[in-house]
């Protein structure tokens, strides 16, 4: 079932949203080379719970840390660790994700640590425009197809590929509710997006192929021709007008200590 949400629970998931969003912040201006993941996990962990939220992720589904850190190769669900020191060259996808007041927020970024290659650089640029893209058709009557659609055409248009095995999702009591958002796939299927209707909307793209594999670990997702990939994602709600970015970091984090 597709839970459309009302004003006041669209304010509330604001502010859910809102936190991750400064977490976000945070988090990038700590990147850096010679950080550890781990060392961003605490930075995230702290954050989240002196605003009084839950780090979303940890536990979910025996899942080990406060936010995904994904190096390179990694597509999503890297878990943080002493020994994933950043380098420079890298790229590294943060995922984090907090329940605030019985609402969650969702939202993604790959960030360059130092200085990156133009290829690298490509990648991430494309992959962030494909998640605008997609945001820009979050709007009553379309259809969910519609958003992979979008991302599907802008990332293939320059010579990436849209990764199958994960989709997007619908947001709000639960971290993730229906519908499911592939990245892909032809306009004008699905159900019809309604005004009050929240989606994580999340492209994953690799700059090689869009094969991917689980490491043994049972979390961690990579490409499977070792090429770089890129995750960008904002819980996203539909109104009567624009889409609503709910994790938009619009708002500094020195304006809330």
Not at 30 to 42: F, I
């Amino acid at each position: 079932m597709i839970v459309c949400r009302s004003t006041s629970e669209l304010e509330q998931m604001r502010e859910a949203g809102r936190l991750v969003g400064e977490v976000l912040t945070e988090l990038a201006a700590a990147v850096a080379p010679g950080v550890s993941t781990a060392d961003l996990d605490d930075l995230a962990e702290k954050r989240i719970r002196q605003a009084g939220a839950t780090p979303a992720f940890k536990g979910y589904h025996g899942y080990p840390a406060t936010i995904c850190a994904s190096i390179n190769d990694e597509v999503i669900h890297g878990i943080p660790s002493g020994r994933r020191v950043l380098n420079e060259g890298d790229i590294i996808s943060i995922d984090v994700g907090a329940s605030l007041d019985g609402y969650f927020g969702d939202s993604a970024v790959t960030l360059p640590v130092g200085q990156i290659s133009e290829s690298a650089a490509a990648l991430l640029r494309v992959t962030e425009e494909s998640l605008y893209k997609a945001i820009e058709t979050a709007k009553p009557g379309k259809r969910i197809s519609d958003i992979g659609h979008a991302v599907q055409k802008h990332v293939e248009a320059y010579g990436f590929s849209v990764v199958r095995e994960f989709v997007g999702h619908g947001i709000g009591q639960r971290m993730h509710e229906e519908p499911q958002i592939p990245n892909y796939g032809e306009p004008g299927h699905g159900p019809r997006l309604a005004e009050g209707m929240v989606l994580a909307i999340e492209p994953m793209v690799n700059a090689g192929t869009a094969a991917v594999k689980v490491l043994a670990d049972g979390w961690t997702a990579v490409t499977r021709d070792n090429s770089l990939s890129a995750h960008f994602e904002h819980t996203v709600a539909v109104t009567a007008g624009d889409p609503w970015i709910l994790t938009a970091r619009d708002v500094p984090v020195s304006a809330r200590r």
